[in-house]
């Protein structure tokens, strides 16, 4: 069965420190990982994307991992801001008759404490 | 460009009735899409268009009609709403580029059915 599990369910740190959220997926056929930002009361918004091939993408202060031999990413944030207390979802997509279907983890919720 | 829009943004509907969620996009995506997000749970596809005139089922559409007779909107309609279809909804268009697709997701509607 397709699933994609994160760790931790949730996180707290305090404001200026680095923390590494972890996605676990055994979706096949992949074809690509995302990670997304979700806010309370938003919708998803998209942080990084990679392909099969890639196994590093940043944006900003997210960087994202993808071993894509063990099917394991990460997304690690550096000088953490209370802006980014939200959910963090890792997703995999595969494409299936000419669609990216899409499989939601179930997000690490992220609190920065000041 | 307003980028996708949802409405309403709230609605308590009564057991069996029925009602439609609008969805609109001006970024003239091909790929439109429908999920529901639940509490402990990744976000699942309802239904799914890849075109105008053309649809197809996801994971969870039981419940769930949908047309698609513009590029811009892609309604949700509720035949006959029961107390497990209390959700939020996330519409989301995309555009394909090279190997993967970049979504973007509405604000949500947060529907609870008694």
């Known amino acids: 069965k397709n699933q994609v599990e994160q760790s931790p369910q949730s996180l707290i740190i305090l404001e200026g420190k680095n923390c590494t959220l972890q996605c676990n997926y055994t979706v096949s056929p992949f074809s690509n990982l995302r990670w997304y930002k979700q806010d309370t009361g938003r919708g998803p918004v998209s942080l990084t994307i990679?392909?099969?091939?890639?196994n590093t993408k940043s944006n900003g202060r997210y960087t994202a991992t993808l071993d894509a031999d063990t099917k394991q990413s990460s997304l690690h944030i550096t000088a953490s801001q209370l802006s980014d207390s939200a959910s963090y979802i890792c997703?995999?997509?595969?494409?299936?008759?000419?669609?990216?279907?899409?499989?939601f983890g179930a997000g690490t919720r992220l609190a920065v404490h000041p | 460009n307003a980028g996708v829009t949802q409405t309403p943004k709230f609605q308590v509907l009564k057991t069996g009735q029925s009602m439609t969620l609008q969805c609109a996009q001006d970024?003239?995506?091909?790929?439109m899409s429908w999920y529901r997000q639940d509490p402990g749970m990744g976000l699942r596809l309802i239904h799914y268009?890849?075109?105008?005139?053309?649809?197809d089922q996801g994971e969870v559409p039981n419940g769930y009609n949908v047309s698609r007779s513009t590029t811009e909107d892609f309604p949700l309609r509720l035949l006959s709403a029961a107390p497990s279809q209390t959700s939020v909804y996330f519409c989301?268009?995309?555009?394909?580029?090279?190997?993967?697709?970049?979504?973007?997701f509405g604000p949500g509607t947060r529907l609870t059915v008694l």
């Open positions: 989301a268009s995309s555009y394909r580029t090279g190997g993967t697709d970049t979504q973007y």
């Open positions: 268009s890849v075109g105008a005139g053309i649809t």
């Open positions: 990679m392909t099969f091939s890639e």
């Open positions: 970024m003239n995506h091909e790929y």
């Open positions: 997703v995999v997509g595969q494409w299936d008759s000419g669609y990216n279907k899409l499989i």
